[in-house]
């Protein structure tokens, strides 16, 4: 395969972020889990704050039925 064949089937940042999503979303409806990122923020010494955002695996909200 010559290197213009190679970059015909190379996929952008960007398809690559869509291809990404895409299959994060099956995976999610699949399992029923999310992951879901909270902030956390922390005092400091000097009378400010820091924000540490915290990771986590939960259940997916339940669909409303109409």
């Known amino acids: 395969m010559s ?3 190679n970059k015909a089937v190379e996929l952008s940042d960007q398809e690559k972020a869509n291809i990404f999503t895409k299959e994060y979303q099956e ?6 889990f ?8 922390i005092a400091r010494d000097d009378g400010t ?12 909200p339940k669909e409303e039925k109409k």
């Open 34 to 41: 999310q992951i879901i990122v909270t902030p956390v923020y």
């Open 49 to 60: 704050f820091s924000t540490k955002l915290n990771a986590s695996v939960g259940k997916l």
């Open 27 to 32: 995976l999610c409806e699949k399992h029923g």
């Open 3 to 5: 290197d213009k064949d």
